[in-house]
Every structure is written in C-alpha cells, then in structure tokens.
C-alpha cells in the first residue's frame, strides 16, 4: 500500500503563539478600550465603561475630575458637578483611548417620578433661592423664617449652602416636594454633589433636632421622629437626596395607643425609593398637560404643577385637568401667575353679574372680596351638580333644618361682595381712653337677589335658632334687621336687588365712589368684574388711616399724636406688608389666576 505523502503543517498558530507572546512581552497584551462617542451627561447619573465579564482584562481608568483612578475591566462613574471632563482608559502609563464628556446639572424634574400628582419646585438654587429666603424673612420676621425653614426637610442643608466655604449642595442643581399616588406623605429631594457627605450632612441636622436616625448599610437611614409619628426614610440617588416624610398618625381611638396606629397605618416609604431607583429617563419633565401649561405662564423662581385624579362621581362638577404656577420674586414683590386647565369651559363659560356695591361704596376699604358667578354654577360650586349624590345630601341635610335649599338657591343672582373699613378714630379712642387697644372698623356684605322671600326665611330662623334679640323694621320693599354681635351694631338690609349686611361702626363722614374702578386700575383692567373672583388686602390703607387721624373727642391732640407715633412704629416693626391680591377668571382651555404681594419700600 502506498504511503500517503504527509501534509505540511500549517505556519498560521505559530504565528498567532509568536504574536501573541511578542505582545505579552512587550506589556501591550491586545488591550483595547472603545470610550465612545464626545457626548452629554447629567450630573450624579453613571456612565459605564469597558467590560462586565470578569475575565475581561483590567484596564485604568481616569476620570478628569480628581477622583483616583480605578483599574478594573469594567466601571460606572458619575460626575458630581458640571463641566467638561476628559476620561483616558489606560495600560500602565500607555494610554489606550480618551473622550470628552460634557456634564450639565441634573434638572430636578428628571429626578421625580413620573407618576407624581403634585410638584413644588425650584429649578435651580443659584440666583432664586437668595431672593426667596430675603423676601420670606422679610414678610414674616427673620426669627419666624429660621423656626420656619429649620423645621423644613432638606432646607437647613440647602441654607447652609447659600454662605462662604464648600458645600455638599450642588447650586446648579434644583429643590423641590413632590406627592406620589400611592404615598400618604411628602417628597422633599435636593441636588448635592457629594451623595455620602450630603447624606451625613442630613443625618446630624436630624439628630440635633430630636430624631432617632438609623443608618443601613446600603447608605439609607431610617429616620423615627422625636413626636413618635411615623418613620421616615433618607437616602440618595443620582445625585439627589430624598427625605420621604409619611403623613402623621391620626389621633388614636379610645383605649388605642399611638405607637399601635402608627404601625398599623403607616405608609410605605420603600415604596418612595424603589419608584426613584426604578426612574429612567426624562421624569415627570416631559409630563404632556406639564408641558402644556407652562406656555401659558411667565417665567418664575418657584413653581407648582398638580394634576391629581378627580373621581369619577366628582368629575361633573369638577372638569379641571391640572394647574401650573409660577411665583416670580423681586426685592420687595412676588408676583404669582397660574393657569388652571379644564375639559370644559369653567362657571358653565358665562360671567357673573358686577358688583352694585362696588360701583358706590365708602372709598379707602383695607380689605375687599368679590365673587362673581352665574347663579347655577354658584350652586353647583357650593352644593354640587344638579341631581347628583352631593346635592341630594346636601338639600335632605337643609330639609331636616326646616329649610328648602332649591328656591334660596334660585334667589341668588350671583354676585357677593365683602368690604372692610378700618375707624382709626374709634381705635384710638378706645386706645387712649380704655387702654385697649381692641380693633376698630366696619364689614360690609352684599349679595344681589333675584327674589327676597327665600331669603328672608332663612334670615329670620337663623335669628331665632341662635338666640338672638333683634328688631325688624320693613317699610314699602324693604326689610330692615337689627341686633348686636361683640358688642357690635350688625343691621340686614333686603331689598327687591340686594341683601346687605353692615357690622361695627357706621360709616359716616367717608366719601362715596366707585371702588370697583379704582381697584380694576390698581390691581388690572378687569380683576373686580364681573366674572372674576378677587380679593385685596391693603396694610398701606390701613396705615394711612392710623396717621390720618386729626383729632379725637374727648382725646388731647398730644396723647393722640404720641399714640399714632407708638402704634404706627409698632405696626412697621410687625410686618412690612403693604398690600396683596388675587385673581381668578374663566378663560379659554381654563382659567388664569394672577397675584402679588408687596412689601413697604426699605
């Protein structure tokens, strides 16, 4: 048999065995390391790099941002603050690959759920968390504000971060509360750049106040407050710190200790961390109806978006789909401008009648309101919607009182009224001569009508359920009511138009005029008519009237000027408020609520 001839080995493996152990000596051992792409990050949100598998061979990577190196196959890294980093992957002192990443700050949206009903937030702390804290401290007094501020979560962090030195807190990053569903409590999360300082920071500002906190070992802390409420959870999560804050326990039944409620109704707070740690992607910043609204409102410093489901039974009288406010803060002044959305045109899309009293009132009131709306939408806000359960209870409740809601309702005309007077001359006598120094002024409350006898039914069987010793006087259309309340004259006057209501002094001497104009001119063209829902409040008025005052019978004019001198000093140091006011109108897609707040000129 013949031999075969025998077959060449193949060079190809020993060049492959040669190359293989030419690298091995030469140290470069085939590593590569592909880094990606230039690209963008969030602050506090990891990027990985290299290779999971453990038999991967290691690799050195540099960060760029200080923190040392690490040599494994495979890495998660995040960047605690903005900026540009450079990452190299490295073999000994060779380096294998390098990329640019660009690291902006985590907006504070991305880090809420995307399922939270209600969010409170500031979207950045440099630049408006400043003015905020100097605007709140002078409204309500710089002691109140600390008390205030300290008892909050997360802000005593967040104020320590406004002074001189390093801080855990990130400014470029935001703050902010928010509710979740399925959580009876509060949210409160802060952007920090350092995630286990930050959390420390929290856990001694928690011990000083009283809290038992209980650190774990993944990081968290089980925090049981000092009233013995319910347990709250703090931990961190790409580059955020969550407090979760339970509701409190309501109060224990008969024979029903408070620790056996607590543990029986407590809400979840695991359930905060794994809707946070489970968060991917954009958040509740892409919210669609969040997205919506905030076109329709001006920029801010703080903002408030909510958008809880409305049962289904209360959805008839309740068609609003959401609201998105944004508070804007000066020196002196906050302005809020909101928009409430709704499926349908809200106070069924008509106006309600003007105000006969503001068209001819006592000029310089201190404080005014006025609701404007269409007699049924009236009814459906107070009672419910026609033939629903709400309204049936509602009127079977009058029913039981002898009374029978339907006609009182149809007696209406839509429009209510309330000025306020303030009678500086009656407050110092009383100051001077009584030494107390007890308010002084009169309320005026009107309400137009369509028809007077349902009214007055109801008028006269609440006068005499409660007790009252009063004197009627009627004459031709009109129906006069009188009686004393704290020592008060109040009188009720019903006439074919209008009910109205007078208590404390008597205006006499003070001008007539138009005060619905001249509120529209202060405060917009069209707040304080008809379809709008105002209300104004003015220390500025009020302060005026205290150093108006010439003379007082019976009072000497030094002892009346040495009190106007106190009183008005008094009242300065007390609060600097100068006038506030609010506004709500329907308008198309909703209704748009406006207002402001201005403190006095330093």
């Not at 804050?245 to 408070?258: K, L, M, Y």
């Not at 008809?530 to 010439?550: E, F, I, K, N």
Request: hydrophobic share 40%; aromatic share 6%; glycine share 10%.
């Amino acid at each position: 048999m013949a031999s075969r001839p025998r077959a060449h080995p193949s060079p190809l493996p020993f060049l492959f065995l040669l190359a293989a152990v030419g690298l091995g000596v030469s140290g470069c051992r085939g590593l590569r390391a592909d880094l990606g792409p230039e690209r963008t990050l969030e602050a506090g949100v990891p990027e990985a790099f290299g290779s999971t598998s453990l038999k991967a061979p290691s690799i050195t990577w540099d960060f760029g941002d200080g923190t040392p190196p690490q040599t494994v196959p495979g890495v998660r890294h995040a960047w605690a603050t903005a900026g540009r980093y450079t990452v190299r992957a490295l073999d000994g002192d060779k380096e294998l690959a390098r990329v640019v990443l660009t690291v902006v700050p985590r907006p504070v949206l991305r880090a809420v759920p995307e399922d939270a009903q209600t969010v409170l937030w500031v979207p950045r702390l440099r630049g408006n968390v400043e003015g905020l804290v100097n605007f709140y401290g002078r409204l309500v007094g710089e002691g109140n504000m600390r008390q205030t501020l300290a008892d909050t979560p997360l802000v005593p962090l967040l104020l320590r971060s406004l002074g001189p030195g390093p801080s855990e807190v990130d400014p470029e990053e935001g703050f902010g509360f928010f509710l979740l569903p399925d959580f009876d409590g509060v949210v409160a999360l802060l952007g920090v750049t350092d995630s286990r300082a930050a959390l420390a920071a929290v856990v001694r500002e928690l011990r000083s106040a009283g809290h038992r906190v209980l650190p774990r070992e993944d990081g968290s802390a089980r925090v049981e407050p000092v009233d013995g409420g319910n347990a709250m959870l703090l931990f961190a999560d790409r580059g955020y710190v969550y407090l979760a804050v339970p509701d409190s326990p309501d109060a224990p039944e008969p024979g029903e200790t408070v620790k056996a409620l607590a543990v029986a109704e407590s809400p979840d707070v695991e359930l905060v961390r794994r809707k946070v740690e489970a968060l991917s992607g954009p958040g509740i910043s892409e919210n669609a109806l969040l997205a919506e609204l905030r076109g329709k409102v001006r920029d801010g410093s703080v903002f408030l978006f909510s958008a809880p489901p409305v049962p289904e039974a209360e959805k008839e009288d309740m068609p609003v789909r959401g609201f998105f406010g944004a508070l804007a803060v000066q020196a002196d002044q906050a302005e809020l401008d909101g928009f409430l959305a709704s499926s349908r045109p809200l106070l069924g899309g008509a106006r309600g009648p003007a105000s006969q009293l503001l068209g001819r009132a006592a000029v310089g009131p201190v404080a005014a309101a006025q609701l404007s709306v269409p007699p049924e939408e009236l009814a459906r806000l107070v009672f419910g919607s026609p033939e629903s359960p709400r309204r049936q209870r509602t009127l079977e409740r009058w029913r039981k009182q002898g009374l029978d809601a339907e006609p009182l309702l149809k007696a209406l005309r839509g429009d209510v009224t309330m000025l306020v007077y303030f009678d500086a001359a009656a407050f110092f006598r009383s100051f001077i001569q009584d030494q107390r120094p007890a308010p002084k002024g009169t309320v005026v409350m009107e309400a137009g009508l369509a028809s007077v006898p349902p009214v007055l039914q109801l008028i006269q069987k609440q006068l005499q359920d409660n007790g009252l010793v009063f004197q009627k006087e009627a004459q031709g259309g009109t129906t006069r009511f009188r009686t004393r309340l704290m020592e008060q004259p109040v009188s009720l006057t019903l006439t074919p138009e209008r009910a109205t209501l007078e208590a404390g002094e008597v205006l006499n001497g003070r001008e007539l005029g138009d005060v619905g104009k001249t509120l529209r001119t202060r405060f917009g063209a069209e707040a304080f008519g008809p379809g709008h829902l105002s209300l104004m409040v003015d220390m500025g008025q009020l302060r005026a009237d205290l150093s108006g005052v010439r003379s007082v019978p019976g009072v000497a004019t030094a002892k009346l000027l040495m009190s106007q001198l106190f009183v008005t000093a008094l009242l300065e140091k007390f609060t600097p408020f100068e006038y506030g006011f609010l506004d709500f109108s329907p308008v198309d897609g909703g209704g748009r609520l406006q207002g402001r707040v201005v403190l006095r000129e330093r």
